[in-house]
């Protein structure tokens, strides 16, 4: 069984991990926090002292770390990738900009290191389940030679293009998102606000030429679908900062390429808002709170 | 069998009187065109001279007409509501303001006439097959009294609250439909000039959390998905300056409601810009063309 | 002297109507408020039983209501224009869609009596100083023969065109007003939050290409500049849904043109948002709290 | 008289250069370009062969370069900082990131070498004519050491704050530009959709409380003023393309600062859809031809 170097143990990497654990791979984890390594330790993994003491014999570095800095600092300015030995397989699987992605990939290209950028959806809940959906940039060849691995952490895997494009396609799909939970939020509003009751505009909607994922899974009005943050006073999910920053990657994709992304820009703005008011931690479908009137 | 009175017989009032027709209703058709009385004459209807005489001894008044001041002009203005006889069942089939909606409402009301709002989406091409949805507003018994009659011209009948509440309902979808549309080409526009192809891009987002009715449906980016207006050049589907009238129509219920919809309204602001251009004829998802880098 | 009527003695028409005594006119008040019209009465005007009793005898007869509806209500629902001499000059001072304005000119014109729609700016203060802007639609020979009345009420007095077109111009300078002012809070709360300080901020801006008449006149940010209503916490001023009221009037002209007005919007539906979380009576520059970081 | 290294020649940092030498310094100039370096020895200034070579022997050290990583491409990657001698004067007037300029002073500093960033407005015109607008930031003492170049290629001179506050403060202004040039536009076609003259309509909202420096000195309608590019097709001035950077800067700004920029973020889109219809070399102003309904 192939020995896999795994770097970064938070929300997301602890539960990857431990779930490679239990398909029976061996880890060798490094995180700067011990807690995180005391955890993955106890799950069966082996503690390393450093990233480069991580990758130290491993046929697979797998790194989930929080920003594009985070990432360049470790393969890059941290000089990671001359640590590691010309055909192990890396696979990053953090959200970072396309263009910190491809300046990873040409430095591990140029070392005969193959290497795919995999950034997921899915939440700590898909962390934990092992229901992830990856979404990768990079060559078949090493798409196919990681495919085993992503199938222990998640089960929708797909291929965007080269590298950089799992991490286009995700920025792309979350700028999406944000426009239609915000859209689905307004739209709400708007209804009650003229009589409707949301779950009976919700049911229409859902399965009319409004209908979107927003609506079919993740209700932002509350009460309305159960099992949802909503439902929770927008506890859980996925937060507001992590949305503000997806939309942040996307804004800046969207400068690189002097793109027009009206709508994108002002999801952008109204996140922006809403977490300057407090709500950072809460799930991105409190935005529903910052379109509906209240005092 | 029951006769039925239908005034308005354009592009969708015309083949829904068709079905009305085929399903063996007596229909006493109006329009000012004498082009569309002819095409409903050799159907099998009857020709009525005015509106008031096509309500003369019918038991059902359906009106398919194009804004508020026309079917306040008919009902209201021009004093057709005088001419119905207490008991005798009226839909208005019309996309209009819930206020003028509910205005109607009152003045059938207070002559014991039930009445219905019923706005429909599905386009010409769901009048034409009988798979239109009505979208109703007024009470339950009349619902089921017009349900046998709108059975023979759609396959989905919502009801969405009391008086004008279908108005309201359809309004509010199609804000949203207008939304994750120009979301969904800025999405595209942005991966593809960051080096995705669109069908892949669109592949991926439809099953994810982007997910919404544009990309299963109605790909806005020529070439992803065929029998859709993108891949014909825009031309028929549902059009750019009838999406901008849906949008003005959900600006003047936010404003009558101090509601606040900002992706609302920067939608309603682009399908004006992509109007003022010329393309009003277009369907609506040629919005992608606004959004996409073109001289 | 002339005996003007004079209808609505609300926040901006008492002030306006006791200016008109001071400079000797007879007016004649009427407004549903008995305490407005004790007011008047005591400045030495006459107390009018109705508007009809208010334009028996009047030479002049001018309006100031809230909305289009009141004026059309007044002019046409009401006929008090069918009490109104031939020849009599009418002046609406109240801010009403165009549209509005419109028919109560063609109205008054189909009965030879002269009219021009003069709406103001200044706000309260200036109606008590009698330093209003009118800005005034109508023919230029009836706007002559008002001048000598709006000077006793203001100082400015523009024409604008036509019938209507003072509420044009009037709904056009207060989006753009609306504008520059969001877009000067976006702007200092952008520098703050960058280190810079809002008063030398403010002062680099204002005498820079930045500059306009927020940044001139009434700086949005607490303590930049004095005798504002930033300085007395949003108080006094030009109330928020005010804003909101003509920024909705900017919306329906520009549904009416079919005209884009991207940014237009944004304000309109900042406002909305600011209106419900219950600022609706703070000074209009308080939009800097909705844009400003804040819990 | 001191000897001054001056590092870009381009459009503005060519006319500038002159000035200086017509003030009497000695300049010692790099550019990549050829052209450029021999259009200023012919004015009397001294041919450089690098940027090293420039600051040879030089008291201050000037440059004028497109973006951030020119700036930071000059003085940190290609450590011209260590060709510098403690004491020298560093003055950058680019318009780059703020953070880019606080990374360059604090190396700076770290050297014993006072800076100063000091980005202009006032385009290639006012770089001819001496009359820039410097925005500065850095240390007053270091300003008053500049001050007196400074006064030879402009007229105006701001002290923002510290280190890189000149860069915010320019950022903050342009955005704010754009917005109200938007703004203007928007009002502009609004006021003629519904019948105005927009030179009438111009001069009410210049003197009334929508009048900001768009109105009043670069009215972006044409043949409303005399000398503006909108009056000679948008030729001249200061291009799409340049305030689409500015914008870009003001995003950057803004997502690190995690701002709510509402409008800075609609200005941005809508000045990249412009630029890519082929508008990029265009004035700015010729925002007006996207908001303004034309085929």
Redesign the interface.
């Known amino acids: 069984m192939q020995t896999i170097a795994f770097i970064g143990l938070g929300h997301m990497g602890g539960p990857m991990a431990a779930n490679l654990l239990k398909a029976g791979y061996a880890v060798r984890a490094f995180d700067l926090s011990q807690a995180s390594l005391d955890a993955i330790v106890a799950a069966g993994g082996t503690r390393a002292a450093s990233a480069q003491d991580a990758v130290a014999g491993a046929q697979v570095v797998i790194s989930m770390l929080p920003a594009s800095q985070h990432v360049e600092g470790l393969y890059l300015d941290g000089k990671l990738i001359e640590s590691i030995l010309p055909g192990t397989l890396v696979m990053d699987c953090s959200t970072i900009a ?1 263009e910190s992605a491809r300046k990873v990939h040409a430095v591990a290209a140029a070392r005969g290191i193959p290497m795919i950028d995999a950034p997921v ?1 899915g939440g700590t809940a898909g962390a934990a389940a092992g229901t992830l ?1 990856f ?1 990768v940039g990079g060559e078949v060849a090493n798409l196919e030679r990681a495919r085993p691995i992503l199938e222990k952490m998640g089960k ?1 895997i ?5 590298a ?2 799992g991490q ?2 995700k ?7 944000a ?2 939970m ?3 939020s ?6 009650v ?5 949301p779950k ?2 919700s ?3 859902r ?7 927003s609506l ?3 209700n932002p009005w509350p009460g309305v679908m159960e099992n949802v943050p909503a439902s929770r006073e927008y506890e859980g999910g996925f937060g507001v900062d992590l949305m ?1 920053k997806d939309l ?1 990657l ?21 996140y ?2 809403h ?4 709500n950072g931690k809460k799930d991105f479908s409190s935005i529903q709170q ?6």
């Open positions: 396309p959806s959906t979404i929708n797909f291929h965007a293009g080269g950089g494009a286009v396609a920025i792309c799909n979350n700028m999406l998102l426009i239609h915000i859209g689905t307004e739209a709400l509003s708007l209804g606000a003229n009589g409707l009751d009976v505009l049911d229409i909607m399965v009319s030429s409004g209908g979107n994922w079919e899974k993740y503000l942040g996307a804004m800046e994709a969207a400068m690189a390429s002097k793109s027009a992304t009206l709508l994108g820009g002002v999801a952008r703005n109204l922006a808002m977490s300057g008011r407090g910052l379109i509906e009137k209240m005092p």
